[in-house]
């Protein structure tokens, strides 16, 4: 089992005093924050309107589209918990950590949990799939077929049940670790140490 990661290092405008006596520590890069919150809107707005408002349903897949491949850059050269290397972990790592979760004995986390960088990767292959089969919809669509309509939308409603599983699974740790990883994901910051 990989021993959980517990510091990040600083950046040169800080000092080792500082540093030492601050008990929060930034984990969640503008870049990290700005593409979670951008996403589940862009998500959110693409569901919801549907065909009501094609225009704009299409524009929202493709600005997830984009924001995907930026995360996905970001994931090779990014900050260190931005870092697919951080937090990618193998199917046992994450069966053994959800099997710590449910018995309320997990270690804490200072970037993703083992379970939690599963849902990353989870989140961003369908929620690509939902954007690309979108796309292929809009061109077959465009051609007279609709053959692409059951697969983006069971892409569509794969991506927002891990979305709730998602959720779910951050109110629980949350609660377990008693720590607010919403607000984390709001300013970068969680606390240093348990």
């Known amino acids: ?19 030492a006596a601050s008990p929060r520590v930034r984990v969640w890069d503008p870049l990290v924050r700005t593409f979670h919150w951008t996403l589940a809107a862009a998500f959110a707005i693409a569901f919801i309107v549907e065909d009501e408002l094609l225009g704009l349903h299409i524009w929202a897949g493709y600005l997830a589209l984009t924001l995907i491949a930026i ?4 994931g090779i050269i990014g900050t260190r918990h931005a870092r ?9 790592q994450v069966m053994a950590y959800l099997k710590d979760a449910l ?10 949990n083992p379970a939690g960088g599963a849902m990353v990767i989870a989140l961003l292959l369908s929620v690509a799939a939902t954007g690309l089969t979108g796309m292929a919809l809009n061109d077959a669509q465009a051609l007279g077929g609709e053959e692409w309509e059951e697969i983006h939308e069971f892409f569509a409603y794969l ?32 606390r240093r140490e348990d």
């Open 1 to 19: 089992m990989t021993t959980p990661s517990t510091a990040t290092p600083w950046t040169k405008t800080q000092d080792s005093e500082t540093a």
């Open 71 to 74: 995360r996905l850059v970001w």
């Open 84 to 92: 697919f290397t951080d937090f990618v972990r193998g199917p046992r």
């Open 103 to 112: 018995a309320f004995r997990a270690p804490r986390y200072l970037g993703h």
């Open 159 to 190: 991506s927002l049940g891990l979305i709730v599983a998602h959720v779910a699974g951050v109110l629980f740790s949350s609660l377990s670790h008693r720590e607010n990883l919403i607000g984390a994901m709001i300013t970068g910051d969680k």
